[in-house]
Structures are given as C-alpha cells and as structure tokens.
C-alpha cells in the first residue's frame, strides 16, 4: 500500500478543546495505530496549589512551527499524520490544556512520535505559561 499523503491539523484553541476532534483527524484506514497525549491541568505543583494555569500564545508562528515538527517527526518516523490542538488563556483545574495526535501504520513509530512530539512541543514551540496560585503567580519555563 502506498503511503498517503500526509494530512495535519494544527489548532490555537480559546475554547475547550474535543479531544475526540484531534484523534478524529489523523484517522486513516492505512494506519494500524492512533497514539495520543493529552495534557490536563493539575491542581497543585512544587507544593503550591494551582488554581489555572493562563497559556499565551504566538499564533502564527505557533501553527508554522507545528508544521516543522510534523516534518521532522516523519522523518524520524514512519508517521502519516499529526494533529495538536493546544489553548489559549485561562485553563481550569482539570481541563485540558494540549492534545496531541499522531497516526502510522504501527504502533511503535506512532508511540514514539507522539512522546516526541510533546517533549518538542513545550521547548520549541512559542507558548508561554502562567501558574496561578491563591497568593499569586509564576511564569513556568519548558514545562
């Protein structure tokens, strides 16, 4: 079977994110394996109770370096598709923050570049975070 022509979607959501959306868009009856990330907001962090976290970002270079790590995940990998959903502003305890997305024919390939992608994702990608905390807040580095 040939390979299908890779098919990406890229989101900078202000809204709640479907995460049943971003696994639905990487589906493909040449692919035996769909692996996922999503990232959820924890209630406390290095002791601290959280109370949201308040995510900023760059969007058009945002999605223009997506696309960039799409590419190289698919030459370190057999993959065909990716797709990353990831908010803006406010996210409450709970909610989901970043969902992740990525399609190949198996499930090695679709694990690895689905680790891969988040790890890249939360250094390369321009998408600041704050921790909001009941006394205050703090600006969170590659994490």
Known sequence: MTAPAPRDAFRILDDDLDTGATWKAVRDPACGAIATFVGTVRGTNDGKTVLRLEYEVLESMALKQFARLA????????????????????????????????????????????????????????????????????WMEGS
Do not use: T
């Open 71 to 138: 590419a190289g995940l698919r030459e370190r990998h057999a993959v065909f598709h990716v797709a990353i959903d990831h908010r803006r502003g406010p996210v409450e305890v709970g909610g989901v923050s970043v969902a992740i997305a990525v399609s190949a024919p198996r499930r090695k390939d679709a694990l690895a570049a689905c680790g891969e992608a988040i790890e890249r994702l939360k250094k390369d990608i321009p998408i600041w975070k704050k921790e909001i905390y009941p006394d205050g807040h703090r």
